[in-house]
T-cell receptor
Framework: NAGVTQTPKFQVLKTGQSMTLQCAQD?????MYWYRQDPGMGLRLIYYSASEGTTDKGEVPNGYNVSRLNKREFSLRLESAAPSQTSVYFCASIPGRPGANVLTFGAGSRLTVL | KQEVTQIPAALSVPEGENLVLNCSFT??????LQWFRQDPGKGLTSLLL?????REQTSGRLNASLDKSSGRSTLYIAASQPGDSATYLCAVMIYNQGGKLIFGQGTELSVKP
């Protein structure tokens, strides 16, 4: 049981390049999330998926797209990376009964955009 | 719009001291409140979850309380140890929004031997 797995762990991009961060969970969780963490800003929600087939914007969705490929996988895409997207990205999931369950996080993906 | 604030931003205490971390939120319509620990360069680990109908939760030396009416939660750490040094974050799960969580900025705790 691996929990929440994110790839890659580290990535360096040039401005304008595109990339996809992958996230997979093996806990049969319904809801999945993408956060970014910046110094002094805490964690900010980019997008979330309450269930398979649905996605919704969070606090800071601009410049990102997501795909809930199936129940296990939730990917985050940067179409044209900008230096402001340099951050640590975390994927997380919960079983899907929000009132009763704990968020499980991946280990994070550190992205640098030059 | 829900806003979550944690005070203080940083705290340094000697080993053995009891301490309290504070978390406040602006909208009382929440499903639950969670406290997390984050070690440098690592992901977040859940410590405690308090349902909106509960007043407190305990785990070992940790006790978290919730007062929805005043929009406040506290995390009490008893007999602090150097291994407790980390950043502590609180987050509220928003009612009827698919499990969306809003985080505070965190309190960076340092426990000196």
């Amino acid at each position: 049981n691996a929990g929440v797995t994110q790839t890659p762990k580290f990535q360096v991009l040039k401005t304008g390049q595109s990339m996809t961060l992958q996230c997979a969970q093996d806990m049969n969780h319904n809801s999945m999330y993408w956060y970014r963490q910046d110094p002094g800003m805490g964690l900010r929600l980019i997008y979330y998926s309450a269930s398979e087939g649905t996605t919704d914007k969070g606090e800071v969705p601009n410049g990102y797209n997501v795909s809930r490929l199936n129940k296990r996988e939730f990917s985050l895409r940067l179409e044209s990376a900008a230096p402001s997207q340099t951050s640590v990205y975390f994927c997380a999931s919960i079983p899907g009964r929000p009132g009763a369950n704990v968020l499980t996080f991946g280990a994070g993906s550190r992205l640098t955009v030059l | 719009k829900q806003e979550v604030t944690q005070i203080p931003a940083a705290l340094s205490v000697p080993e053995g001291e009891n301490l309290v971390l504070n978390c406040s939120f602006t909208d009382s319509a929440i499903y639950n409140l969670q406290w997390f620990r984050q070690d440098p360069g690592k992901g977040l680990t859940s410590l405690l979850l308090i349902q909106s109908s509960q007043r407190e939760q305990t785990s070992g030396r940790l006790n978290a309380s919730l007062d929805k009416s005043s929009g406040r939660s506290t995390l009490y750490i008893a007999a602090s140890q150097p291994g407790d040094s980390a950043t502590y974050l609180c987050a509220v799960m928003i009612y009827n929004q698919g499990g969306k969580l809003i985080f505070g900025q965190g309190t960076e705790l340092s426990v000196k031997p």
